[in-house]
């Protein structure tokens, strides 16, 4: 089994920046992939950046492109998410998620982990 722990979420203004941080324990040397969803209230929980576990393939959604930035400390079992000019619409809870396999997807019910979420809010 893997527990995911995220935390760093808040309430920040547009244009702003925060880093959530995803600390994982238990079996983590069995995970091959993390992602970070996000789910606003009414709508999907859709993935917004993908990284297999070497960081040498990784996703991002077009709306967080060069603006959000996954990244890994392997000795710490962490992944990172670095969110920079933060729009409203990044409003959302935000959930660390890892799979067992090292291909990055972007399909929810491919993740066999998920953390507990963590509220971001951005102002305008």
């Known amino acids: 089994q893997v527990q995911l722990v995220e935390s760093g979420g808040g309430l920040v203004q547009a244009g702003g920046s925060l880093r959530l941080s995803c600390a994982a324990s238990?079996?983590?040397?069995?995970?091959?992939?993390m992602s970070w969803f996000r789910q606003a209230p009414g709508k999907e929980r859709d993935v917004v950046a993908a990284?297999?576990?070497?960081?040498?393939?990784?996703y991002y959604a077009d709306s967080v492109k060069g603006r959000f930035t996954i990244s890994r400390d392997n000795a710490k079992n962490t992944v990172y998410l670095q969110m920079n000019s933060l729009k409203p619409e990044d409003t959302a809870v935000y959930y660390c998620?890892?799979?067992?396999?090292?291909?990055?997807?972007?399909?929810?019910?491919?993740?066999?982990?998920w953390g507990q979420g963590t509220q971001v809010t951005v102002s305008s």
């Open positions: 238990g079996r983590t040397s069995s995970i091959g992939a």
């Open positions: 998620a890892a799979r067992l396999s090292m291909v990055v997807t972007t399909t929810r019910t491919s993740y066999n982990y």
């Open positions: 990284s297999n576990w070497s960081g040498d393939n990784t």
